[in-house]
Structures are given as C-alpha cells and as structure tokens.
C-alpha cells in the first residue's frame, strides 16, 4: 500500500489547475494526507468516489487546514490535539491559537496509526521560535502516546530542514527560518524517541532529494530547494517498508509530495 503526503498549498489552487485528479489517477496513493488545504470541505466540489474524504479546517477561512484521504475506511479519525496535551503548553501566540488552525489530524487503521501535520512556521524573524519550542514537543507527544498503543506513520510539512544535506545552500541559510537550532532539535527529539525519518533511512547520503523550492529565481527549475516534508514511522514498521520517495515531478504547489510503501494489506 502506498501512503502520500502533499502540501497543496490550497486545495482549490491544485484543483482549479487540473492538477489533482491527474496526481491521484497516475499515483494511486491508498492514504493521501495532505497539508495546507486552506479550504473548508463544503468550498470544494471533489468527485473521487473511491477516496473517503476526512478534513480538519481552520477557524480562519482560506488558511492552514489539514485533509486525509483514503481508499480504506478507518476505524476512526480524531482532529486536532488531545485536551490534555494542547493544555500542557502554550500553543496560542500574538499570532493566533495553532490548536485552532486544523494542524494536525490522526487517522487510525488495523495495523497503524497515519497523522497528517502542518507545523507552524517560526516567520523570516524567527517571532514564531517560541511556539515551534512548544508545538514540537506537543505533537510528539502525541505522536509516542499513540505509538504505545500501535505502531504509527505521520508526515507532513514540518517547516525544517534537519541537516545540511535536506537543503541546497545551508552556509547561506543557517540560522534562518526552517534551519535554526531549536527547529532542527526537533527532529532530533523525533529520532530520540524512536521515530525514523524514512527517506535518509533508505537514502542516508543522497543530495538535491527536496520538497519546496521558492518561487523566485527559477529554484525548482534549477533544483535549489529545501527538504522540509518527511514520512516519519515507528522503528516497527520500517521492515514492512518497501521504498520512501520524494515526487518533484508533481506540480501545482510549491511543495512536492513524499511517499512510503509498505508491503502491508489493510
């Protein structure tokens, strides 16, 4: 089975385009999980009678939002954050209450859990580090609870390049937005607690695999990109999974989509 991850970067855009039905029919992902719909379900006539459609949309029309489709019906899909853990940090900012944006959405199957993320940005003045320092360790507290119970994949937009090699001009951007310190440690906290990033477990060493190109300057033409959306899965899994893949091919956003697949029915 295939699991897709896409930053749309509006849902509506893509569709508009021509862009989305294309994608789906060639890619025939089982689960696509995508970021950044800014959109709510009843903005969009979608006809794809083969996906059951599952949508977490912000309170502000036209922003954030995060969707899943899938082929398979899931045992149950849970929006946002637990209580809980949204009230162990502070995860609203001059800039609004993340919890209320449709970040973050869990579907759970059989096998596994699959979460959809779109993790806040920290602004090109770094204002929004403080809530990256609180978000990160709030959704991946989430994330190890759920893994616990069973198994779990989340992917999505995570706003950071990890290390230099997830971007082409590290010199020039270190300590910029999406490469700071305390955004990298949060990937580091992922793999601390277990998670593997799939892609660098297949392709460790491998240059140019990016997800977002600016729009300027012809950088997805000239491949000067950035590494920022991952598939990331419980160390269980990782012998099911059969490749983990990045699809620059794939326009209508300036991200592309990423990719697993597991040798797994459900």
């Known amino acids: 089975m295939k699991i897709y991850s896409w930053n749309m970067n509006g849902i509506r855009a893509v569709h508009k385009k021509g ?29 794809f009678p083969e996906y059951d459609e599952y949508w977490c949309s912000a309170e502000k029309k036209g922003y954030s939002g995060t969707a899943i489709f899938t082929r398979h019906s899931p ?14 940090y502070q995860l609203a900012d001059s800039y609004g209450d993340t919890t209320k944006e449709g970040r973050a959405m869990v579907a759970e199957f059989e096998p596994f859990y699959v979460s959809t993320v779109y993790t806040p940005n920290a602004k090109d003045d770094l204002s929004r580090i403080p809530m990256r320092q609180q978000w990160d360790p709030a959704f991946l507290e989430y994330m190890d609870r759920l893994q616990q119970e069973k198994p779990v994949i989340f992917c999505g937009d995570f706003n950071v390049a990890h290390q230099e090699i997830d971007l082409a001009r590290p010199k020039e951007n270190r300590g910029k937005k999406g490469f700071t310190d305390e955004e990298r440690a949060g990937i580091d906290a992922m793999l601390a607690k277990g998670f593997v ?9 491998e240059s140019g695999l990016y997800t977002w190109w600016s729009h300027f300057g012809g950088a997805r033409e000239r491949n000067v990109g950035w590494r920022i959306d991952y598939v990331m899965t419980s160390k269980d899994l990782i012998p099911l999974i059969k490749n983990a893949r990045i699809h620059p091919n794939v326009m209508g956003s300036d991200h592309c989509p990423v990719s697993v697949e597991l040798s797994v029915d459900l």
């Open 197 to 205: 990033d799939t892609l660098r477990h297949f392709h460790p060493n």
């Open 19 to 47: 862009l989305l039905e294309p994608f789906l029919t060639e890619h025939q992902p089982d689960i696509l999980c995508i970021q950044e719909t800014k959109a709510n379900h009843d903005q969009i006539d979608l006809d």
């Open 75 to 88: 045992i149950e899909v849970i929006n946002g954050l637990p209580e809980d853990i949204a009230a162990k």
